[in-house]
């Protein structure tokens, strides 16, 4: 069928700047190095230098400056658990040998969110390798009343991973087997701290791929991801792992193993109690398995990367595409010129198409490449010709898909070297998703750097970021609440993705009502009756 | 695109027999009568003669023989609950002015199932029209302690929407008012009492499709499919409820109403409580209105009848179409010879090919009818070709389609028409799905009038019923344990799609470990601390 119907696509298309081409080889000099190793730069790019945070050094922070303790900057008030003593960190040593870290150097990365925005003071960190240590490990906690904060690759963006005092943390990263694999149902059985990436090639070797794409792939955890309910690249075609997590085994707070662990696609016998975990951001329990559904590895990847002329046409492009691509669309990811010109600046990342006010990104996965070739074709035919877009390249083999990816992937990492990042993660009606941006870019003028918004159009989601030279309470006073309020007054989320962590849980209440927080603090109370599983996380701060 | 590739289909593929034609005028007959009415045909199919429970008549049972009281032929105890006044009625005529029904002849139906094997002995229906009206009931069963069974369109199949004493019925039949359809995003926020039939064709009006499909669509409510997590004809392409569902509105059985009724792809603030309710089938609470993600409608549909000689050919029919097929892959259904056979025997529809051991039933949906053609095509040729398919025959077009379909759909009525019919649905790994088919087949012998496997198997979803005679317990007693124990020994889910409802809370603990169970029961107590909602369903009998 393949060789039937080759490809037709328009000689324009593969078109590629010099520029671009430039770009490319400095970005992929760092995507080698950056693909394993959070770090300064972050777990989304860096420098190549850094050890990982799982192998239990540090010195990747050394040079950088301190960052600020979160307790202090946000005045947070010290819940009343026990303090880890000589006698606890023995039992602890009976539990996992060997795997108790106490070394003040070590403990320096996992106490420091990769943003570089929160920081704890944990004084122990540790490795199990089974969830019967987990159960052991927690149980020995809820009876001598010891907070913990659950860790996977630490890459979260509202420091959800990191601890606020003197939690214990709790690391998944010895807990990386998988436990099986289905070859024809693709079910994907693992432990909670398998990295991604690594899921990622395992499965895709056997012909499937893991439903969750994300920047961050190559340091965080499935386990992280799960807890977070992660969102990423390919939740326009896959769904939420709401859908796609089939099963999951966690430890509650008292020690329980509750194994939820099935292989089914479907099991409706009672409550699914794992959603209860999922998005819960370990304070409900500790994820130490996943069962995860893969779905066949398409056989046809493309992406056109395409320059807009303004917003209205990015979302015209949107329902083009969607009624011309169909069931082969697999991403819609919007950018602005802002974000080009600091992927530019930080990066050398280069501008593959003619500078536009916008840029969008599409990809396709299909089963038949034929076919895809010429439903792309058209619609880019139809999306030229009406001059919704104005320019655009396509990208066919993996090395250039991979390169036009990295331009939208590493935004993240370009505005974290732009200065100190004030970020929103929201969800919006489509037809107002931009106008927040521009609002804000005006209310600020030159008190920001830069205020940038991209995203995963597809599914309504913004991240609205601003930069500063430093961080500056006046500027988050201009922020906050006006942005919630905002998004609030748009029935949208204050938090899409990212989870609310330490950093958002104190605005909940502008995307649920009272009765919901409420009924959040029994689940909470039902759950962790001492608290003592990622204290000062997720649910707002008891007044 | 559609013209310039027109389908290449073999002409042999539209070979139709003529007593196909026979069988499917009949079909059609009593498609259109049965279509909306649920009577002693019961949802799926039916004589067109009885009245819509939710006109509140109950003629159609007028000659079927009486049903057992379920408290009686199960042996159940009341619970504590109040029993309904005088003072009562009077209060909940002011809430529901008109809508208070206790005519015993109205009252007959929507204390019996459909499928006539569970009955209880409410006195009191009542028809709220709003949510608040919902919650004013709710608020004062809760005061009372009455007890309270919501019903929907009282399709189920575990006897999970009749009252099992005298539990008031709250019936969502008068709230089924469309609230809002956004048309780029394909969301629709309705209430609970929506006909799912309805839904869908006021969605396709519009170039959308709701992600759930199945052969009650012309009783059932929404709500209720939310509330028992309906798997149904979709499942494999759309996914679960679970991520289809963007919000519910619940009413708690304290009578507070919890607005989660956003209509967000994405939200992680705080713990995703809607969930809770979902499959939960109105134990922790009443569902009151649902926003639900409608993916674009494909422009192209076809559907494949094939013949196979093994359920190992089935087998690797699937595995050959799922990559052949990929993303248009809509449907994977398989019957057995048996269910052909009562479908003829008891519908008088006739099996479109060669009689074979085996059938499949494969929906494809695309967006380019050339596309699609092609790759359906190519699939035929190769599992013809190679032996794994021994006939077969297409429908393209929407008459022909529903044809073939109603085969597949109308497989529960025919079984209900054969006699009393033990029902199970089961989750269990591919390979093994058909042995407990074989298995049960030859251990009941002359016992069952007919043992017959079929069901979803893209989901790895089988439905195994056995009919006879009449009810009998020594039957029963040859059923079960075993099906449950061979389930279990397979990791297998007791219930895959159907729920637990009244008929299947005691074997729960096939499929779920103690410490879920114990968490279920904590879950319902903390969210129904009385118990009122919908009592004896869903969690096991507390012994």
Redesign the interface.
Known sequence: ?MSR?APRWPAWLFWWRAACAQGVSAQQKTWAGASRIPGPGGPWGATGTSPLVRRGSSSAFSCAPEVALTRERYSVRRLPFSVVSEDDLAALERIVPGRVITDPEELEAPNVDWLRTVRGSSKVLLRPRTSQEVAHILRYCHERNLAVSPQGGNTGMVGGSTPVFDEIIVSTALMNQIVSFHN??GVLVCQAGCVLEELSRYVEERGFVVPLDLGAKGSCHIGGNVA??A?GLR?LRY??L???VLGLEVV?ADG?????L????????????K??F???EGT?GVITAVSILCP?K??AVNVAFLGCPGFAEV?QTF?TC???????LSAFEFMDAECMKLVGLHLHLACPVQESPFYVLIET????AG?DA??LS?FLEQVLGSGLVTDGTLATDQRRIKMLWALRERITEALSRDGYVYKYDL?L???RLYDLVSDLRARLGLHAKHVVGYG?LG???LHLNVTAEAFSPSLLGTLEPYVYEWTARQ??????????GFK?KDV?G????P???Q??Q??KT??DPKGILNPYK??PTRT
Chains 1, 2 share one sequence.
């Open positions: 069928m119907l024809v149902s977070t309910n969102g939740f769904g939420s709401r859908g796609t509650l329980t193993i509750l194994n939820c099935t292989s089914l696609r479907k099991d409706n016998t009672g409550y699914d109690l959603q209860l999922i998005g819960s409900l066949p398409p056989s979302l329902c969607r009624g011309m691509l169909g069931e082969i996965s299909g089963s038949g076919h010429e439903k058209g969800s009606p489509l037809d995963h599914d309504g989601n029935r949208g989320s204050v938090s899409a993705e990212h989870g609310l958002k909940l502008y995307s649920k009502p009765e919901a927080l009924l959040m029994q689940l039902l759950l997720t649910l």
